[in-house]
């Protein structure tokens, strides 16, 4: 079993930035893929980082640039830097992470970016 916690959600006027975190416990040792994923209201939960255990790392399109995965090992953390933040950024994210042989999911953080 892993545990998730996630932090760091909030208010933030656009142009703003955030800083998530994801911390996990329990078997974290399993871990090998990390991810972020958001749902704004009416619309389906999307993809929006990912990091593998070697680091290597991907993005959604639409938040290349702004947006930075990174994980640290020794805390079983990973962590989502929001950086230029926009309006349609507003959503609940999502802590995912495959601990084979199954997947677990963080109970989500609100973000809300005003204009």
């Known amino acids: 079993q892993v545990q998730l916690v996630e932090s760091g959600g909030g208010l933030v006027q656009a142009g703003g930035s955030l800083r998530l975190s994801c911390a996990a416990s329990?078997?974290?040792?399993?871990?090998?893929?990390m991810r972020w994923y958001r749902q704004a209201p009416g619309k389906q939960r999307e993809l929006v980082a990912a990091?593998?255990?070697?680091?290597?790392?991907n993005y959604a399109d639409s938040v290349k640039g702004r947006f930075i995965i990174s994980r640290d090992n020794a805390k079983d953390t990973v962590y989502l830097q929001m950086n230029s933040l926009k309006p349609e950024d507003t959503a609940v994210y999502y802590c995912?992470?495959?601990?084979?042989?199954?997947?677990?999911w963080g109970q989500g953080t609100q973000v809300t970016v005003s204009s």
């Open positions: 995912y992470v495959w601990a084979g042989p199954r997947d677990y």
């Open positions: 329990g078997s974290a040792w399993r871990i090998n893929v």
């Open positions: 990091i593998i255990s070697g680091g290597s790392t």
